[in-house]
């Protein structure tokens, strides 16, 4: 699965909070490879990020659940990955957001 998506850190994978700093949204292209998710500035970029890195978020283990909590956005899904990083995502429409979240929990 890939797609257009934007994506908030909100929790370091050492469980601490992400810093003002890097709490910004920003646009992705988001690939699912190998049960790691991508997260490319377009789809032209080869994946050339280590995985591990906020920008290739390892999946084993990963819990995706829709943020019915955040408000301040629509279609947003909440994903909370082995080492206790988390992270927020938008999608452009429920259907989707509900696609990414069921791909990511089924892989
Ligand atoms: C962040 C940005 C985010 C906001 C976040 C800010 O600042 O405004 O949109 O999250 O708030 O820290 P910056 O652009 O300087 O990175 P929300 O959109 O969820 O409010 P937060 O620190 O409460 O997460």
Redesign the pocket.
Known sequence: MQGYVMR?C?VESDGKRTP??????KAYYASLRDMVLYLQKNDQQPATILVGDTNAIRLHHAFAQEATDYR?RQHVFRLKTADWAEYLFQTSDNDLMKKWIDTINLI
């Open positions: 908030k909100c003002f700093m890097r709490r910004g949204w301040k």
